[in-house]
């Protein structure tokens, strides 16, 4: 066996070991795995079906087709479907932003320590915590397409069962991206107060500042701005093209494009800021 494939085994098996540590803490966490599938079903059972949009349109009007008017509003004719969709954004979001708090944890805790003494290299010690954290995303968005079509979730009129590895793909781009710009603004703190303080400051910001929950043609100008270069704006967009919407492949393509870009783009600063600040 040459070097270089001996290298390359050793680097997928430290990415292994170490991805597989991360995921262990969640699913041998029984309360941590069941809170992770509740949650959706919260978001979905309460506000899902409290903002029950579509009874705001009057049905005694002469002409007027509730149903209509919220297709040429929302792209589809259920607002629960609408948000459901956006769910799943908030579901990668809300996952990935907690990515950072494992590095600050591990550093408390000597882990960083002797990972860092290891043969692994700091961008497999960095790219295990988004991978976990973007497979724990993927898993939570199986289960709420799951609950979303136990509630009623209206599939769109192209939808088939490959649409779904679609979702899973865009996810996975996305859950990378977002995973590793949390990482990276907390690569050097020793303090958890940090990525909780990140956390708390732009967690509803950037989840409202997209169309998971409302459509942004209809947010003031200065919001349009600054969803169009928000990544779940285009992830939202590109799920819903594959389950609700009817399927508009130009559309799809720059999504993915989009997100891909995203995605390369906050991985590349993950791993450079891994091998320059990544320390004991």
Known sequence: ?????GNSK?????????????????????????????QPILWMGLLGKAMNIGALVPTNIPGV?????????????DYFSFMAVGMIAFTALFTTMFSGMSVVWDRRLGFLNKALSTPVSRAVIIFSKVLSATLRSMFQAGIIIVIAMAFGLQFGANFTPLNVLGVFAIMFLVC????????????RSTRIETPMAVVNLINLPLMFA???????????????????????????????????????????????????IFATIAATIGIVLSWRFLSK
Do not use: C
């Open 1 to 5: 066996m040459s070097e270089t494939n």
């Open 10 to 38: 050793g680097k997928l098996h430290g990415l292994w070991a170490l991805t597989n540590r991360e995921l262990k803490k969640w699913y041998k966490a029984p309360v941590i795995f069941l809170l992770s599938i509740i």
């Open 65 to 77: 087709d509730p149903a209509t008017i919220l297709k040429g509003t929302l792209g589809t004719s």
């Open 176 to 187: 990378v991206g977002l995973s590793s710009i949390f990482i990276a603004i907390t690569i």
């Open 210 to 260: 997209s169309n998971a929950f409302f459509p942004t043609k209809f947010m003031p100008d200065w919001l349009q701005t600054i969803a169009k270069v928000n990544p779940l704006t285009y992830t939202t967009d590109a799920v819903r093209q594959l389950l609700i919407f009817s399927t508009d492949w130009t559309q799809l393509a720059f999504d993915f494009a989009y997100v891909a």
